[in-house]
């Protein structure tokens, strides 16, 4: 059984921070690329930021400078600290974990609301 759990996320004004996680269990953690995406209401989902297995990083442009995604394999959680909010980054967040041809898994999402 994989499960993929988000949380932290909720409603904070522009400028604030926030830090969502996400939990797993049922995965060797090491091994899979992890990410966050987000769905705001009518568009399309976006990927937000990636971590490999290596721990390799990458942002989206419209997040870079304000958003770090890390992770702790001892915990086998990651992680997604949110600075200087935005209203537009209001959407509901993903957690997503993949291995390459063989495995892609999400979690339930969790709501972020930035009040302007």
């Known amino acids: 059984q994989v499960q993929l759990v988000e949380s932290g996320g909720g409603l904070v004004q522009s400028g604030e921070s926030l830090r969502l996680s996400c939990a797993t269990s049922g995965i060797i953690f090491g091994l899979f690329t992890m990410s966050w995406y987000r769905q705001a209401p009518g568009k399309q989902r976006e990927l937000v930021a990636v971590?490999?297995?290596?721990?390799?990083?990458n942002t989206a442009d419209s997040v870079k400078g304000r958003f770090t995604i890390s992770r702790d394999n001892a915990k086998n959680t990651m992680y997604l600290q949110m600075n200087n909010l935005k209203f537009e980054d209001t959407a509901v967040y993903y957690c997503?974990?993949?291995?390459?041809?063989?495995?892609?898994?999400w979690g339930q999402g969790t709501q972020v609301t930035i009040s302007s």
């Open positions: 997503n974990a993949r291995r390459e041809g063989s495995s892609n898994y």
């Open positions: 971590i490999t297995s290596g721990g390799s990083t």
